[in-house]
């Protein structure tokens, strides 16, 4: 949605996003001594051009299958949506996918539709519940006090994260 958007997208290659995810975490592994126990599918699946909820899943579970061959075994943080009213209707198709219901670690969702994000909140927290897993909002550079307690209070938000550890915003 910028004109710094690029062209490359696996969204319609699962087994290509899935060679890609490996390739990463045998670097994280190998040069690092790290073994991740997350993925999270993609970032903001709904500014992107192909990447939907089916798509999701079906990038995961290739992903997972992968891992798994390689002894990696990472819980799926999805679907991180930009807009937090898109969240459960990703999620709901990524699940439909066989295989993706069994790897769950949360259901993650940003803010970035402002205020009508908090219309989602209670439909974030009932789908999260329904699963056995946390739903935690994990990006929002504008996000106060208020979000984060609301995030708290109405989707029974695990994880908050306002953006980066460090760095410079627009004011």
């Known amino acids: 949605w910028t004109e710094l958007k690029g062209t490359l997208s696996h969204a319609q290659e699962p087994e290509e996003y899935a060679e890609l995810i490996l390739q990463g975490f045998r670097r994280l592994k190998d040069r690092w001594g790290i073994t991740p126990d997350t993925l999270e599918v993609i970032l903001e699946p709904d500014n992107t051009d192909h990447w939907r909820g089916r798509q999701i899943g079906e990038g995961a579970v290739a992903a997972l299958r992968?891992?798994?061959?390689?002894?990696?075994?990472?819980?799926?943080?999805?679907p991180s949506t930009a807009n937090a009213r898109r969240a459960v209707p990703y999620f709901d198709e990524a699940v439909q996918v066989p295989g993706v219901a069994d790897h769950l670690f949360s259901l993650s969702y940003h803010r970035y539709d402002g205020p009508k994000a908090s219309r989602a909140l209670a439909q974030i927290k009932a789908r999260a519940a329904a699963f056995g897993i946390p739903a935690e909002m994990l990006e929002y550079t504008k996000g106060g006090d208020a979000d984060l307690a609301e995030d708290l209070?109405?989707?029974?938000a695990a994880g908050w994260q306002l953006y980066s550890m460090a760095g410079l915003l627009d004011a």
């Open 66 to 78: 992968r891992l798994a061959d390689e002894g990696f075994a990472p819980r799926l943080v999805l």
């Open 153 to 156: 209070i109405r989707a029974d």
